[in-house]
T-cell receptor, first 115, second 114 residues
Framework: AQKVTQAQTEISVVEKEDVTLDCVYETRDTTYYLFWYKQPPSGELVFLIR??????QNEISGRYSWNFQKSTSSFNFTITASQVVDSAVYFCALRSSNQGGKLIFGQGTELSVKP | GAVVSQHPSRVICKSGTSVKIECRSL??????MFWYRQFPKQSLMLMAT?????????EQGVEKDKFLINHASLTLSTLTVTSAHPEDSSFYIC??????????FGSGTRLTVV
């Protein structure tokens, strides 16, 4: 079975704090892709990153960084020096090679960054 | 970049009427599109996979006769909510895959049934 778990439903931080959003996934496939999306209040989904199962290198993009650990089936997302504009719901998602292109989303983490 | 256009962005309809939502790929061809539904404070749940020129594949528990999907061309998929009821009020969002293992999402449609 394919499953994505984001255990943190809501996180509240003060501006400039660092924050990590957790994501744990389950799949029996050896080839799969992991994604993070940001959903601001307007509702659209903003693509942040895609990572395939064969690439465990961590990635940094500005204030964003991702830690992919196959050993623990985790793909965590860290925002450094958070800003009010980072306030949104963040979704982790999984696409396995045998799922016909379907994305399985986690429950989402609502991040609130207060000034 | 690849763009998926979704219309309308908001719709209010009376209970018992039908509503059609369009999803268009503007600068690429999409043989497959995906329809999701999102209730407030919840995750996106896949409703169905729309296949150009053939029947859609529905996820378990999704009523085929209630949520009609048509994918008549390589750039257009439509979702029709038939005989809508207040419990169908939700945020509906479509997506397509312009590149291998990448996804582009529409801006979503907020449906309110009164």
């Amino acid at each position: 079975a394919q499953k994505v778990t984001q255990a943190q439903t809501e996180i509240s931080v003060v501006e400039k704090e660092d924050v990590t959003l957790d994501c744990v996934y389950e799949t029996r496939d050896t080839t799969y892709y992991l994604f993070w999306y940001k959903q601001p209040p307007s509702g659209e989904l903003v693509f942040l990153i895609r990572r395939n199962s064969f690439d465990e290198q961590n990635e940094i993009s500005g204030r964003y960084s991702w830690n992919f650990q196959k050993s623990t089936s985790s793909f965590n997302f860290t925002i450094t020096a958070s800003q009010v504009v980072d306030s949104a719901v963040y979704f982790c998602a999984l696409r396995s090679s045998n799922q016909g292109g379907k994305l399985i989303f986690g429950q989402g983490t609502e991040l609130s960054v207060k000034p | 970049g690849a763009v998926v256009s979704q219309h309308p962005s908001r719709v209010i309809c009376k209970s018992g009427t039908s509503v059609k939502i369009e999803c268009r790929s503007l600068d690429f061809q999409a043989t497959t599109m995906f329809w999701y539904r999102q209730f407030p404070k919840q995750s996106l749940m896949l409703m169905a996979t729309s296949n150009e020129g053939s029947k859609a594949t529905y996820e378990q528990g999704v009523e085929k006769d209630k949520f009609l999907i048509n994918h008549a061309s390589l750039t257009l998929s439509t979702l029709t909510v038939t005989s809508a009821h207040p419990e169908d009020s939700s945020f509906y969002i479509c997506s397509a895959s312009p590149v291998s293992y990448g996804y582009t999402f529409g801006s979503g449609t907020r449906l309110t049934v009164v």
